[in-house]
């Protein structure tokens, strides 16, 4: 930092958040406030910095609340105000320099610090009226190449911040930097895809004696299309319709649209999760509950158990791999490893094998059953509840047709801990 150490050290007071009690947490608010930022993400998610901007400031009772990300590179680089809410709101728009600001500062130690009348060693915030009496400063992330922070500050001596605002501040920076991120990945699967239909035409205007080489190229450019057009409305639709749409185009489009699809899959799933675990973890620490480690062997004993009485079912006809032991929340796992096999006996008809298997992804672990039998499998219905069930536990389910009349069910579950 360019400040001399003896004026930060003067507004840095980050040792007084471990010297004052904290007040007691109010999780039934903070599970409205959470439901609040989920609905907002899912209507209309261009104004959803804002809303966790206002939550910021109405749940730690602040003058203002406010997000900075990060702009430009090198001695250019600043912090700029993208959402501001309460008394400092005329300032959004604004920025500070990143070598000298309290959001410099927090990003360089890489947690939570305190600053109490800031303006004395950053000049930037000398003329900010009224005046920035403490400030909370918290980083998206645990290290150095942290995107931004999420802030309050208050205007009065009378208020000052403590344990339970770090914590809240904290849960709402993990939502901000997973809000970020998704839009980064949705971002450049579009930018890929504008490539891809860039390449195609060029293709097309100098070779086209491959007729049938363009044809097959112009169905996976619809295809492309399509996946483009939800990456662009992805921010303006639900997570769950995120995940069915990429769904729909894994049996049918080309290795790079599979990838983006995953991609998109495995992000918006982890989002998702993200959102119900912040307000499963609120409602655990009122009633002491917490995750529990699964074991998904058992898991898939009990879904078979459940099926020796159903028709075409034949104890002879699944093989299985290791199954591992995950920490999730994920009570269901029975009934949606019972889910998959039924649509895998309904996929593979009579005589056929099925074998199921876990294999572990970036973040998640992918449940498949494979069959060979019918070429036009049978599609995941709501009827039972499945697509639900696997939507609470923070998972997806597609079906995947084979080179031949095989099927492979597929089940992802994002961000299980093993």
Known sequence: MSEPRSELAAVLATE??????????????????????????????GAILQELAEAAAERCEAGTGGISL?????????????????????????????????????IERGSPQLFVRPGRCFPELAPISPPIVEGLVVPFGPDKDAAGTIWVVSHSARHQFDGEDVRFMQSLGGLAASVL??????????????????????????????ARENADLRSSLRALERVGAHFLDATCGPLSAIRAEAGSLLAEAAVPVRRAAHSIMAQ??????????????????????????????????????RLRDSDGWDQGM??????????SSASGLPRLFEGLLRRAIACAGPGRRIHVAAEARAGAWLFTAGCA??????????????????????????????????????LLLSNPQP
Not at 80 to 97: C, D, K, N
Not at 98 to 105: F, I, T
Not at 181 to 209: C, I, M, P, Q, W
């Open 70 to 106: 990060i702009e430009g590179e090198g001695a250019e680089a600043c912090f700029r105000w993208v959402a501001l809410a309460g008394v400092l709101r005329e300032y959004v728009g604004g920025s500070t320099p990143r070598h000298a600001s309290p959001c410099g500062v927090t």
């Open 373 to 410: 039998g019918s070429p036009l499998p049978v599609p995941p219905d709501s009827s039972d509840g499945w697509d639900r069930l696997a939507a609470d536990a923070g998972g997806i389910i597609w079906i995947e047709q084979g080179e031949g009349k095989g099927a492979t069910l597929c």
């Open 318 to 327: 699944l093989t299985r791999g290791p199954m591992p032991v995950i920490k």
């Open 268 to 305: 918006a799933g982890w989002l998702d999760r993200r959102l119900r675990s912040q307000w499963s973890q609120s409602m655990r620490g009122a009633s002491g509950q917490s995750d529990e480690y699964l074991n998904c062997e058992r898991a898939l004993d009990a879904a078979v158990s």
């Open 181 to 210: 991120h998704l839009r980064s990945e949705t971002a450049s699967a579009v930018r890929g895809a504008r490539r891809s239909r860039a390449d195609a035409a060029k293709l097309g205007r100098t070779n086209a004696a491959l």
């Open 16 to 45: 007084r958040l471990r010297e004052r009690r904290p007040r007691a947490p109010d999780y039934q608010a903070e599970a409205a406030c959470m439901n609040r930022l989920a609905r907002t993400l899912t209507a209309k998610p």
